[in-house]
């Protein structure tokens, strides 16, 4: 069965410093998400790629989150610096269609403590 | 922003109870899903709900959509400790484009 493939699955960083994420959706899904997920709270959308282009990153912290999706296929969320307030899991999800009208089928997660 | 309220929060039961969770909106929503999630994994797909008024069954998970498109519901029924997790329920607008999680109810069963 296909899956979404998210590395690394922890990350423990020190505050200031770099972190990136890496996410390949499910072949032929050309809606691609970054949520994030602290605990006890449900999954908040970061940013949403259609294809090589972002529809909405209106919540990504531009100051210091960054994401990309060059060929349309596999992404790269990247935080520098990294702050205490950063630690949660990172889900990447993927679909078909729109959010609006499909499902989302996410990956595992990467679990970020920034120390 | 459409914002998703569930309850209850907190969910702690015996084995072979049954159960209600609900998600309640002001918003009005083209599909709804919910999902379950595992500590430290990602949430997983049970299913989708699009008509008011809709009810789907899956084994002994029963899920309604409210008649409004605003609310929905999930029952559980005789709860075997492998339910346990949280439920998340996820609202899709047509014009936004996008889904609005809520917080989830987190369900405890007990052996």
């Known amino acids: 069965e296909a899956e979404v493939a998210q590395s690394p699955r922890y990350k423990i960083t020190e505050k200031s410093q770099a972190v990136a994420f890496w996410c390949d959706p499910i072949s032929g899904h050309a809606t691609l998400y970054w949520y994030r997920q602290i605990l006890g709270q449900g999954p908040e959308l970061l940013v949403q790629?259609?294809?090589?282009?972002?529809?909405?990153d209106s919540q990504l912290p531009k100051d210091r989150f960054s994401a990309e999706r060059l060929k349309g296929v596999d992404s790269t969320l990247k935080i520098q610096p990294a702050e205490l307030g950063d630690s949660a899991m990172y889900l990447c999800?993927?679909?078909?269609?729109?959010?609006?009208?499909?499902?989302?089928?996410f990956g595992e997660g990467s679990r970020l403590t920034v120390l | 922003t459409q914002l998703l309220e569930q309850s209850p929060q907190f969910l702690s039961i015996q084995e072979g109870e049954n159960l209600t969770v609900y998600c309640n909106s002001s918003?009005?929503?083209?599909?709804l899903q919910w999902y379950r999630q595992e500590p430290g994994e990602g949430p997983v797909l049970l299913v989708t709900?699009?008509?008011?008024?809709e009810v789907k069954k899956l084994k002994r998970l029963t899920f309604q959509f409210g008649d409004a498109r605003k609310d929905s519901s999930l029952h559980i029924t005789a709860a075997q400790p492998g339910d346990t997790g949280l439920y998340l329920c996820a609202g899709g607008v047509s014009v936004e484009g996008k889904s609005t999680f809520g917080d989830g109810t987190t369900l405890t069963v007990k052996p």
């Open positions: 790629f259609q294809d090589e282009s972002v529809v909405d």
């Open positions: 918003s009005v929503f083209s599909s």
């Open positions: 709900v699009v008509t008011g008024g």
């Open positions: 999800a993927s679909s078909l269609l729109p959010a609006n009208t499909g499902e989302l089928f």
